[in-house]
């Protein structure tokens, strides 16, 4: 159980990570314009985290497990250490990266080098949810930009009647928001575990139990709710500076949008109640929360007709969806080459 | 948490009842502007003027306190932080509405100064002119807080009003100049009138901000 700690460690310290930074994208607007304390958003995120990636985490897990079921513990402590360092790079060279594109080329640097085959399928179904994260969070932002404008004509909210709804409507969202991130991100810290999952299922109260799975997800998820604690201070402070010329109403729409991409993208209820009405499944894959927002904020930029598209920053996130994934699963597979036959680990069974 | 989610919307309803009551007294402060000139020039109101005097200075103070409330209260309970600013910025300026109107009733009480019949018209056309500037500037920024949609209409008044008083107060002054009054006189009154348009001009400032605000209000 010591050794698997051990290995767990890069998938815990991506989580920490991804606390630090996408804890920012949910509650940084509500702390930055101090309409909520951070305390107080701390609790909140870190809840609906572990709630999300407990109750609705398998779903994308499931699906980076059918790209590649990494089956030994070694292995997959360095795909998410290669993940993790791929991510570090490409902030130090200014590329618009995410821990799902990271994760992605990891498990495909493993496929590689444990002569796995990849389901090419897959992984073109998966570069597209990339490509339409961004593109349906700008669609959810402006219908819900307009819903909300309508809303405010037709029942003429008063000024401060509106900062209450904006203050609650912050807190539900941010609540939403971090239930998604923890449903459909936690596949990124914790799922290259399931297939080496040395957990087991934990009995909870009035015969409730989690299975290994949960257990796994939730110890992620803490490890996410950490990084949210101990160093997303400053990050909600910086967003909510940087976009703090929107309104908060504006702040809202940006949050409500990227959590619905996110869930839309993680939760097997949504998956299975389309399937079962004959309408397109949606995929269940773990997709950027950044790249959600950057959609939404442009969205609103462009029907504001404030801003236009900016190339520069589209031109930046298509970089990041090309070269994280390659370099990842470059870095994967020389790791692997290096764990392998320096210390004589078994990176795959 | 709960209790704060619960007592956030007594506090916001007590907040916009003394932005209410501002708005209110600047309203008030208005209409009773131009009854104190109407009581000042005829010639035996001068204890109906005095009592109307009394009643813009106590608007004046009541509204001091109110706009004291609502900037403390804005700031400790941190409501509307993103237009906190804005809201201040448009209360101290709609206060310097009633500071005028009540500077100018005072100089009126004080200096007693002699204005000429054939003025009468003119000044009490002027006060109505700069009093229905004030109303509107005092609707608009009501508008502001409650409804954003009319709040153009009713700068676009005050705008209107503005323009109609300063016309009016050339004329009174070409009048004033162009009579047989002595120097002083026509300094005195010269000074007074410029006075009163300035109320209107204050408005107009206002209006000005304003439009920025409600700008910066919409989503």
């Known amino acids: 159980m010591g050794a698997f700690l051990f290995f767990l460690s890069s998938g815990l310290f991506l989580g920490w990570s991804l606390g630090a930074n996408d ?64 991510i570090y790079l490409m902030v130090r060279s200014r590329i618009l990266t995410s821990s799902s594109q990271a994760i992605v080329g990891a498990i495909i640097g493993w496929n590689i080098y444990s002569a796995k085959p990849t389901d090419l399928s897959l992984v073109s179904t998966i570069a597209s949810t990339w490509i339409l994260c961004p593109i349906l969070s700008g669609i959810f932002a402006i219908i819900i930009y307009y819903l909300t404008k309508m809303f405010l004509k ?110 839309l993208f993680a939760s097997p209820a949504l998956h299975e109640f389309l399937i079962s009405h004959n309408f397109p499944a949606i995929p269940l894959v773990p997709v950027s929360s950044s790249q959600a927002v950057i959609g939404a904020v442009m969205a609103i930029g462009l029907i504001k007709g404030g801003s236009s598209i900016n190339w520069h920053l589209i031109g930046k996130i298509i970089i990041g969806w090309i070269a994280t994934p390659i370099i990842s699963a470059l870095i994967c597979y020389i790791s692997l080459f290096v764990l392998a036959n320096v210390f004589n680990l078994q990176v795959y069974n | 948490m709960f209790k704060i989610k619960i007592s956030l919307f007594p506090k916001t309803k007590s907040l916009e009842n003394k932005i209410d009551s501002f708005h209110d007294k600047v309203i008030d402060s208005a209409v009773l502007f131009r009854k104190a000139i109407k009581v000042f020039l005829s010639q035996d109101g001068r204890e109906e003027y005095r009592s109307v005097n009394k009643q813009i200075k ?154 920025i605000f409600a700008i910066k209000r919409d989503i």
């Not at chain 1, 070694?74 to 993940?83: D, K, R, S, T």
């Not at chain 2, 009048?175 to 010269?190: E, R």
Request: one cysteine or more; a negative charge.
């Open chain 1, 23 to 86: 804890g920012a994208n949910i509650f940084g607007t509500a702390v930055g314009t101090r309409m909520l304390r951070f305390k107080t958003a701390a609790i909140i995120a870190s809840v609906f985290v572990v709630l999300g990636a407990v109750l609705a985490g398998s779903g994308a897990a499931n699906t980076l497990n059918r790209l590649g079921n990494i089956n030994a513990l070694p292995g997959a402590f360095m795909a998410e250490l290669a993940a993790a360092f791929t």
């Open chain 1, 154 to 263: 037709l029942h003429c909210v008063s000024l401060l009647t509106q900062d209450t709804y904006t203050r609650i409507g912050l807190i539900i969202a941010g609540a939403f928001g971090a239930y998604a991130l923890g449903a459909n991100n936690i596949a990124n810290v914790m799922g290259v575990f399931v297939g080496a999952n040395m957990l087991h299922s934990l009995p909870l109260p009035y015969g409730f139990s989690l299975s290994p799975e949960q257990v796994l997800f939730m110890l992620g998820a803490i490890a996410v709710a950490i990084g949210i604690f101990t160093y997303s201070h400053k990050t909600m402070a910086t967003v909510g500076r940087n976009i703090m010329q929107m309104s908060p109403i504006a702040a809202w729409i940006v949050v409500i949008s990227q959590s619905l991409v996110l869930f």
């Open chain 2, 58 to 211: 106590k608007i004046e103070h009541d509204a001091d306190g109110l706009r004291r409330e609502i900037e403390n209260q804005l700031y400790a309970q941190n409501l509307l932080p993103n237009l906190q600013a804005d809201v201040l910025e448009l209360i101290e300026s709609m206060d310097k509405i009633n500071n005028q109107i009540h500077d100018v009733v005072y100089k009126f009480h004080v200096e007693q100064p002699e204005i000429p019949a054939e003025l009468h018209r003119s000044v009490e056309i002027l006060c109505k002119q700069v009093a229905e500037c004030c109303e509107n500037m005092g609707i608009a920024s009501r508008a502001f807080f409650k409804d954003l949609s009319i709040v153009r209409d009713y700068t676009h008044k005050v705008y209107l009003m503005e323009q109609e008083s300063d016309l009016t107060c050339n004329e009174i002054k070409k009048s004033i100049f162009a009579s047989d009054l002595p120097l002083a006189n026509k300094i005195q009154l010269d000074l007074l009138i410029t006075e009163i348009d300035q109320i209107a001009d204050i408005a107009e400032d206002c209006a000005d901000k304003l439009l």
